[in-house]
């Protein structure tokens, strides 16, 4: 059974940088796709950035330039690197691949 272990979550002020960590455990995840997810209070969940098996990576327009998704296929990890925050980035971000979900991770960003 397969499961993803998700790191801490962060409060950073605006303008600073968090880095969020995602492992997969039990299952091939070099294989598959990640993506990394998120949700603000009463928003819906919105795509985040993807980043294939090749390393090819897509981001939504809010955090292109800021945010870079990473892996590690030897450890079955992915990372997304945020960088530039702002308060709007505030959210529960969640990392997936295949049918998983991690726990999700609170970011706030805030002064």
């Known amino acids: 059974q397969g499961r993803l272990v998700e790191s801490e979550g962060a409060l950073v002020q605006p303008g600073g940088s968090h880095r969020l960590s995602c492992t997969g455990q039990?299952?091939?995840?070099?294989?598959?796709?990640w993506a990394w997810y998120r949700q603000a209070p009463g928003q819906e969940r919105e795509l985040v950035a993807e980043?294939?098996?090749?390393?090819?990576?897509n981001y939504a327009e809010f955090v292109k330039g800021r945010f870079t998704a990473s892996r590690d296929n030897v450890r079955g990890t992915t990372f997304l690197q945020m960088t530039s925050l702002k308060p709007e980035d505030t959210a529960i971000y969640y990392c997936?691949?295949?049918?998983?979900w991690g726990q999700g991770i609170q970011v706030t960003v805030t002064s």
């Open positions: 039990g299952f091939m995840s070099r294989l598959y796709k």
């Open positions: 980043i294939a098996n090749n390393g090819n990576t």
């Open positions: 997936t691949v295949r049918q998983y």
